[in-house]
């Protein structure tokens, strides 16, 4: 058990929909990842959130946002969704970012996103 | 443009033996790796990691071995064991100084399964 959560674990909705995945990073940590796995994939960055503030973005598309609240938990928003979509959403946690520090990312168990 | 490689999608390995895992990198900048054990429906598992200041960090059983001149990293598992089937993911990290955030870069990982 990393110590990060995610909920739910399985999450099966329609196209042009609208889901929300949640993501609760080990204590003590600061910094929130997300990460997309599509079938047969590695995992692609999406987005990074340091104390409540965004960091760094990678291939996220302009239909997801993410934010990270007061509490440091993250949420990670997907609309108008496509079938493309399907995969699985993976959100690490870290204690710090910066130069100099070597952060090792803790990752959740996922959350499966079906599209149909 | 794959800046980290893991050329071989599968390695079957007997009991006991060593089990050697590879990774190639391209961008000069990273100066952290880890590598990462997968699970199916399972989020990623930290194993070990090496900062370029160094070339070789050991685990236990594993060992993780760094050639910067080659730009390439392996995984040595000794002795293997069934219990260490599964997808096994290298990824490096280096520090985005426009952006003040460190980020992963993964490879598309390598499916060990340990015969009995």
């Known amino acids: 058990d990393s110590g990060v959560t995610q909920t739910p674990k399985h999450l099966i909705t329609a196209t042009g929909q609208r889901v929300t995945l949640r993501c609760s990073p080990r204590?003590?940590?600061?910094?929130v990842y997300w990460y997309q796995q599509s079938l047969d994939q590695g995992l692609q960055f999406l987005i990074q959130?340091?104390?409540?503030?965004?960091?760094a973005k990678g291939n996220i598309l302009e239909r997801f946002s993410a934010q990270q609240f007061p509490d440091l938990h993250s949420e990670l928003n997907l609309s108008s969704l496509e079938l493309g979509d399907s995969a699985l959403y993976f959100c690490?946690?870290?204690?710090?970012?910066?130069?100099?520090?070597?952060?090792?990312?803790?990752f959740g168990p996922g959350t499966r996103l079906t599209v149909l | 443009d794959q800046q980290v490689k893991q050329n071989s999608p599968s390695l079957s390995v007997q009991e006991g033996r060593i089990s050697i895992l590879n990774c190639d990198y391209t961008?000069?900048?990273?100066?952290?790796f880890l590598w990462y054990k997968k699970y199916p429906a399972e989020g990623p598992t930290f194993l070990i990691s090496?900062?370029?200041?160094?070339d070789k960090n050991e685990d236990g059983r594993f060992t993780v071995f760094l050639n910067k001149s080659a730009k390439h990293l392996s995984l040595h598992i000794v002795p293997s064991q069934p219990g260490d089937s599964a997808v096994y993911f290298c990824?490096?990290?280096?520090?985005?100084?426009?952006?003040?955030?460190?980020?992963?870069?993964f490879g598309s990982g390598t499916q060990l399964t340990v015969l009995p």
């Open positions: 090496i900062s370029s200041i160094k």
């Open positions: 990824a490096a990290s280096f520090f985005i100084s426009s952006g003040s955030a460190r980020q992963l870069t």
């Open positions: 959130y340091y104390n409540g503030e965004e960091r």
């Open positions: 961008n000069s900048m990273f100066d952290y």
């Open positions: 204590s003590g940590d600061l910094s």
């Open positions: 690490a946690s870290s204690v710090d970012w910066r130069a100099g520090s070597q952060d090792t990312q803790y």
